[in-house]
């Protein structure tokens, strides 16, 4: 097993909760139990010695390895190939379909021979609470049980453990067509402990996973030309999105470089507004109605939630059930990805100063409409009362879109997004008949206009650029003919896209700004980003230059990994870096493929 597997070197599973990692070894490397953002319980990924893990995989290491998911689902297939025979190993988690938080999640595993004899071996070793709580072993006859302070954690399986100090490992040796499996179940020091099963049992519960992500699929509008790539990421984002209140992460995981070695280490287990408010219009237009709904219904209890404050009235960032409180500390004990340390749990970039998110904001609560979300009277109040406080708030230095820790400047990209929110506020007043001070919003979306146009413009660059004191290109400004601040074939706005495509394009690939040019506080380099790649696409495609947006959409598909799933960067060799899987990244994917789809089609038609 290598200590480090590269990143994009596994698939996801989930279950609308939670997540796990699978690397295409038959390892089980991160899971945090019982929600996205609560602490590990296997995370080798961050420490390979002191992190945790659950193998169930054949000892032969001159087996070929091949990982894919069932079609159309989220039940992983990890394929080992040798001389003496193939076998299978089928991970999933039971997706909940109540929608209410639970403490009880299980990884279930069964593993077969497709053909010949394989012996497969099973390690199981949890280490809770990041590896910082120890834990006593209970190995009984049909079950071994994993005691921590905060956490009990049951391992059953259709053949005999056995103890390996507090871990258990056990060993299944399978003819053709046979099958064995495991389950490892988490939850609450009291919890009860599962009823036992068959392998019988077993593998019909995984197959009836397969079934409802076939069924929720279903649910899918898209018949475009990329309808593989497409589904894909619309099961990544729903296993991104917790159910009990529709709030997606920004990714599954935390600590995961964007430079090997270097400090540019993130929890991404939360959900930030932003990245949540554009999926409302990518769930609309793949027909995912009700997962639109929820996550517009969330974000508009975020807003009430400080309708009165006298401060900001928006978060950048929220844990998954609304709270506020993400504290960050570093976990010293982890020596980090490939001894990319330092390790952060949480996110200090809760308390930044980010005025774009209530551009989105309103951004999807106006596409929220589409879907009967509508904002009541009370709401309605909280909501302008927001619009009446960012009038006075919207002309100031903010840390920006990126979460540079460089100190603030006035962004121009934070401009546009509150340009978008009084626009779409005025919209929705007028079209709503709702009670609101029209002629400030008027005032303040006009003074934004020409703030940008006149300080937001590089004369060296002919361009808008990233902030008002330099001649920086910032690949978010991709998003202004989305939003629709600049026409998208406008002179000023094609001017803004050569500028982009000469100082960030890299062979179609999208550098989110120069780190060099443009210093963000933080010691090393970065990639592409994934995100900026697919939005340039959506930016090509609405300025009717399809040649190259195709080219750039379907020659980023080549470094999705081997199932279809993007990290958050490409790195200057190709390799995925940052967290993973990245929802902005499927996001975007999707708004690319639906924009090139519609363009393309129109013309055909002429």
């Given at each position: 097993?290598d ?8 698939g ?6 939670t997540a ?6 038959g ?5 945090p139990?019982?929600?996205?953002d609560?602490p ?6 961050l ?19 091949r990982?894919?998911?069932?079609p ?5 297939v990890?394929?080992?190939m040798?001389?003496?025979g ?6 999933c988690m039971p ?8 403490d009880?999640?299980a990884?279930?595993?069964v ?5 010949g ?6 390690e ?6 990041y590896?910082?709580?120890t ?5 009984g ?7 921590a302070?905060a956490?009990?954690?049951?391992l ?26 495991a ?17 019988e049992?077993l ?6 996973v ?8 279903r ?9 593989e ?5 619309a ?20 600590g995961?470089p964007?430079q090997?070695?270097g ?8 959900s930030?507004?932003r990245d ?6 990518a ?62 749990a949480?996110?200090?970039a809760?308390d ?8 989105e ?11 009967g ?16 406080w ?33 626009d ?5 007043a ?5 009670p609101a001070?029209l ?5 303040a979306?006009?003074a934004?206009?020409?703030q940008?146009m006149?300080?937001?413009?590089s ?13 920086v290109?910032?690949a ?8 629709r601040f ?5 002179p000023g706005?094609?001017s ?9 394009v890299?062979?179609s690939?999208v550098y989110r700004?120069?780190?060099?040019a443009?210093p ?5 380099s ?37 199932v ?12 995925q870096l940052?967290n993973f ?26």
């Open positions: 097993m200590r480090y597997p590269p990143i994009a070197d596994h996801l599973i989930g279950d609308l909760q796990a990692l699978v690397s295409a070894q390892v089980i490397n991160w899971f139990a019982p929600r996205f609560s590990s319980v296997f995370a080798a990924l420490d390979h010695d002191r992190g945790g893990y659950f193998r169930f995989a054949p000892d032969d290491t001159d087996s070929v390895c990982q894919l998911y069932y159309d689902t989220a039940v992983l990890t394929r080992f040798s001389p003496d193939v076998g299978e190993v089928l991970d997706p909940d379909q109540v929608l209410t938080p639970t009880r999640h990884l279930l595993r593993v077969r021979s497709v053909r004899t394989v012996r497969f071996t099973l199981c070793r949890p280490r809770f609470d590896a910082r709580a834990h006593e072993l209970e190995l006859p049909e079950v071994a049980v994993f005691r302070p956490q009990t954690g049951y059953q399986a259709t053949f005999p453990l056995e103890r390996d100090g507090v871990d258990v490992r056990g060993e299944v040796t399978l003819n053709a067509g046979e099958s064995a499996g389950v490892f179940t988490v939850c609450e020091p009291d919890g009860e402990q599962p009823a036992p099963f068959s392998v049992q593998t019909t519960r995984v197959f009836a397969g079934d409802f992500w076939q069924n929720w699929l649910g899918s509008r898209y018949n475009g030309r990329w309808s790539m497409v589904n894909r990421s099961i990544t984002l729903k296993l991104l999105t917790y159910g009990p209140t529709g709030a997606p992460v920004a990714a599954a995981t935390m995961l964007e090997i070695g400090e540019r280490n993130w929890d991404y287990r939360y930030w507004v949540g408010a554009l999926s409302v219009r769930l609309l237009d793949l027909g995912f109605v009700d997962e639109a709904a929820s996550f517009t219904r969330w974000l508009g209890d975020r807003m009430h939630d400080r309708a009165d404050s006298p401060g900001e009235r928006l978060q950048i960032m929220y844990r998954v059930d609304g709270d506020p409180d993400i504290p960050e500390v570093i976990l010293e004990h982890l020596e980090g990805y490939r001894g990319s340390s330092p390790v952060r949480g996110n200090a809760m930044q100063l980010q005025l774009d998110i209530y551009g904001a309103l951004y999807a609560l106006a596409e929220g409409q589409e879907v979300v509508h904002a009541g009277y009370h709401a309605w109040k909280g909501l302008a009362s927001t619009l009446d960012l009038a006075d708030s919207w002309d100031r230095p903010d840390e920006g879109i990126w979460e540079t820790r460089g100190g603030r400047q006035n962004f121009t990209y934070s401009r546009v997004m509150c340009w978008v929110a009084f779409r506020g005025l919209r929705l007028q079209e709503y008949s709702r001070d002629a400030r919003w008027t005032a979306r006009d934004i206009l020409e940008v006149d300080r937001g413009w004369e060296k660059e002919q361009a808008l650029v990233q902030h008002y004191d330099g001649d290109m910032d978010s400004l991709l998003l202004i003919p989305r939003v600049l026409a998208a074939k406008s706005w094609l803004t896209l050569d500028a982009v495509d000469r100082r960030l890299s062979d690939l700004y120069d780190p060099k443009s963000d506080g933080l010691r090393g970065e990639g592409t980003f994934s995100l900026c790649t697919f939005l340039y696409v959506d930016a090509l495609a609405r300025a009717g230059r399809l040649p190259l947006a195709r080219y750039a959409f379907e020659k980023m598909h080549t470094y999705a990994n081997h279809g799933l993007f990290a958050e960067e490409i790195g200057p060799s190709g390799e940052g899987p990245q929802a902005f990244t499927h996001l975007s994917l999707v708004m690319a493929a639906t924009t090139l789809d519609d363009a393309l089609n129109r013309e055909q038609r002429r």
